[in-house]
């Protein structure tokens, strides 16, 4: 394997979007050097267009010339490629379900949550209802860990970056109350411990500039 000087990594991404910020902290956790190109969606880059001609979306993670897109999939490649702070269990089973519950993350439980935090009021009980039963499912999983890798931070707590952090900020802008340490004390306490972690506290995006691109969104 090439050393890191040798090797060209970049991430075409989106500062606002947690999918590109999945990839963000797995190359941080890793100690890969790379470069990061933001992408204007509503106009996008002849390399993204290039990159991934399938489905034109960040992220899209090139190494060495090769590009890769879909954030689970790109931070699993990271895994395999940097051998170091491995992101995923050793134990075939325990793999396995972590990339089930990666999944879950995105078919069930994100789309639940971002239902909630933009339905209008006709739709909303029912959304904010899937929400609560999506967060207890995620918390169940938790169990009594730290992380859901254990005590480090492994390839679901990447994936349920949007709970950790993106969460807090657009129930308080839809004037909800979701995650809350009344309602689900381990979920909640395990966000505090991930967004307070120093690698991925480095890693976030500024919470105030992401409240005010939600908020503008919201008004839209």
């Not at 990839?23 to 002849?46: I, Q, T």
């Not at 009980?125 to 254990?150: C, H």
Request: charged share 30%; net charge negative; aromatic share 12%.
């Amino acid at each position: 394997m090439a050393s890191y000087h040798e090797e060209e990594v970049r991430l075409l991404g989106k500062w606002a979007s947690p999918f590109s910020n999945r990839v963000d902290l797995a190359l941080k956790l890793k100690g890969v050097p790379y470069k990061y190109s933001e992408e204007d969606l509503a106009n996008k880059s002849a390399d993204l267009l290039k990159y991934n001609p399938v489905h034109k979306k960040v992220p899209v993670l090139v190494h060495n010339g090769n590009p890769l897109p879909e954030s689970l999939i790109i931070v699993e490649y990271i895994d395999e490629t940097w051998k170091n702070n491995p992101l995923l269990p050793q134990d075939p089973y325990e793999r396995a379900l972590a990339r089930f519950w990666s999944k879950t993350l995105d078919d069930k439980i994100l789309p639940a949550i971002w239902n909630a935090c933009w339905s209008d009021e006709n739709g909303r009980e029912k959304a904010v209802e899937e929400a609560l039963e999506a967060l207890k499912i995620l918390q169940e999983t938790l169990k009594d860990k730290k992380f859901f890798g254990g005590e480090s931070i492994g390839l679901v707590d990447i994936a349920a970056n949007f709970i950790g952090y993106w969460v807090a900020i657009l129930q308080e802008i839809a004037g909800l109350e979701l995650l809350t340490i009344e309602k689900f004390p381990k979920l909640y306490n395990w966000s505090q411990d991930f967004i307070n972690h120093p690698v991925i506290k480095e890693g976030l995006p500024p919470r105030d500039e992401l409240f005010a691109f939600f908020k503008a969104s919201a008004k839209k």
